[in-house]
């Protein structure tokens, strides 16, 4: 594996929106929810080569549909918020592909969500010495 492979970071957080309980009583306790959670063993974004040599970090925000069954509909996929860097927005969409995910729950059964998925893309040298 390349060093540019394992420096591009998939980071999810809970960024998938309940939207609470809606038009039921207020006894009844808000739903829980499970945002979908990446299985991919490695990243499958590949951080640019050139980018990586010049140590251009930056973080893309992909919006992301996931089925019920933990595939992403690459149809549906959104840039949410550049990273600034055509290239590294270019990489984070190119791996949505190969993205696999443990669904969403909502109340322990699988549902569909729309959510977003940070992807940093970070340099381990820059990292490691606070900058440079």
């Not at 939207?19 to 929810?33: C, L, N, T, V, Y």
């Not at 063993?41 to 992301?64: A, C, K, M």
């Not at 549906?76 to 969403?104: K, Q």
Request: contains cysteine; charged residues 25%.
């Amino acid at each position: 594996m390349s060093r540019a492979s394992i420096a591009a970071v998939l980071l999810l957080v809970g960024c998938s929106r309940d939207p609470g309980p809606m038009g039921r009583g207020s006894e009844d306790p808000a739903p829980r929810f499970e945002a979908p959670v990446l299985i991919n063993p490695e990243s499958p974004v590949r951080y640019p080569e050139d980018l990586f040599v010049q140590r251009i970090e930056g973080t893309t925000v992909l919006r992301l549909f996931v089925d019920e069954r933990g595939a992403v509909l690459p149809e549906s996929t959104r840039l949410a918020e550049s990273s600034g860097f055509a290239a590294l927005d270019s990489a984070a969409l190119g791996g949505v592909a190969d993205m696999r995910f443990a669904p969403a729950r909502r109340n322990g059964e699988v549902v569909a969500t729309v959510f977003l998925q940070p992807v940093q893309f970070r340099h381990p040298e820059r990292s490691r010495s606070g900058g440079l």
